[in-house]
T-cell receptor
Framework: QQQVKQSPQSLIVQKGGISIINCAYENTAFDYFPWYQQFPGKGPALLIAIRPDVSEKKEGRFTISFNKSAKQFSLHIMDSQPGDSATYFCAAFTGGGNKLTFGTGTQLKVEL | DGGITQSPKYLFRKEGQNVTLSCEQN?????MYWYRQDPGQGLRLIYYSQIVNDFQKGDIAEGYSVSREKKESFPLTVTSAQKNPTAFYLC?????????????FGNGTRLTVT
């Protein structure tokens, strides 16, 4: 049972373009939505996160948009750079369950 | 430097053998986690521990076992009962298991069973 659905599975973007990764969830008990970035051969690292009482959060070139009614959230990477090439995971946390549920990941490649 | 150390980076085993993956953290974090990563399936939770001498099964615990005898250590044993053990295994720690406390991951162990 996939509680957090992530798309696309892979994405190729030109340098300077906008990368958009989408996630959808079903469990309304989720109350925290982080994004993790993973480079090859490394463990994931927290990139940015949002609570459901906020519709948007921006940190530098990275923005999370959150639509509570649709139970969807997305990551936007503005002015994408080759150094952004990595795998991105959305995730959802429920305080009651005390654990993080991850999406299936999106492999982003930013081409010159 | 504070962080999580997973060893070894690559591990090869014959089918039918148990194997133990090491995870050590010096962040003084209370909670520790084991995830399995397979292509196209994301990270799936195997076991987690919020306190020493206590741990809970995650979503795919069958064929795995853990122990948490010390705060800084959370070894994972992949037993011969695990049907598809070949995967990338990630250990993580978290301060207090609070929603806004990020998970800190190690750099993983790639296990190949033939």
């Amino acid at each position: 049972q996939q509680q957090v659905k992530q798309s696309p599975q892979s994405l190729i973007v030109q340098k300077g373009g906008i990368s958009i990764i989408n996630c959808a969830y079903e469990n309304t008990a989720f109350d925290y939505f982080p994004w993790y970035q993973q480079f090859p051969g490394k463990g994931p690292a927290l990139l940015i996160a949002i609570r459901p009482d906020v519709s948007e959060k921006k940190e530098g070139r990275f923005t999370i948009s959150f639509n509570k009614s649709a139970k969807q959230f997305s990551l936007h990477i503005m002015d994408s750079q080759p150094g952004d090439s990595a795998t991105y995971f959305c995730a959802a946390f429920t305080g009651g369950g005390n654990k993080l549920t991850f999406g299936t990941g999106t492999q982003l490649k930013v081409e010159l | 430097d504070g962080g999580i150390t997973q060893s070894p980076k690559y591990l090869f085993r014959k089918e039918g053998q148990n194997v133990t993956l090491s995870c050590e953290q010096n962040l003084n974090h209370d909670a520790m986690y084991w995830y399995r990563q397979d292509p196209g399936q994301g990270l799936r939770l195997i076991y987690y521990s919020q306190i020493v001498n206590d741990f809970q099964k995650g979503d795919i615990a069958e064929g795995y076992s853990v122990s948490r005898e010390k705060k800084e250590s959370f070894p994972l044993t992949v037993t011969s009962a695990q049907k598809n053990p070949t995967a990338f295994y990630l250990c993580a720690s978290q301060q207090g298991a609070r929603y806004n406390s990020p998970l800190h991951f190690g750099n993983g162990t790639r296990l190949t069973v033939t």
